[in-house]
């Protein structure tokens, strides 16, 4: 059974950075693709970035293109969010999650992503 675990959360002041960490167990490997989104309060689950099993094709939302920078390593079932330069407005709850299956055209789609992690809070204080 599919587990993802996310850490890494915390409260930064704007202009900081935070390391977000998601480790998969139950087979995650380098056949899944991999994807991290935020929710924050009263707002829909948004696409923040996401990496296929290769690591050779990585999506980024408009909103963090050029300040975060997602990673993997399949090694050890982690796949990594790097967040740069935060501001206030990246304030959410962030969720990893898995698809073996998923297609291209859908990797920014919440709903075809089969497993997710509980979530881990990050806050940006301005």
């Known amino acids: 059974q599919v587990q993802l675990t996310e850490s890494g959360g915390g409260l930064v002041r704007a202009g900081d950075s935070l390391r977000l960490s998601c480790v998969g167990s139950g087979g995650v490997n380098r056949r899944y693709t991999m994807a991290w989104f935020r929710q924050a309060p009263g707002k829909e689950r948004e696409f923040v970035a996401a990496?296929?099993?290769?690591?050779?094709?990585?999506h980024y939302s408009d909103s963090v293109k050029g300040r975060f920078t997602i990673s993997r390593d399949n090694a050890k079932s982690t796949v990594y969010l790097q967040m740069e330069q935060l501001k206030p407005e990246d304030t959410a709850a962030y969720y990893c999650s898995a698809s073996s299956t998923i297609i291209l055209s859908s990797l920014r789609m919440a709903s075809q992503y089969a497993y997710w992690g509980q979530g881990t809070q990050v806050t940006v204080s301005s």
């Open positions: 990496i296929r099993g290769n690591g050779g094709t990585i």
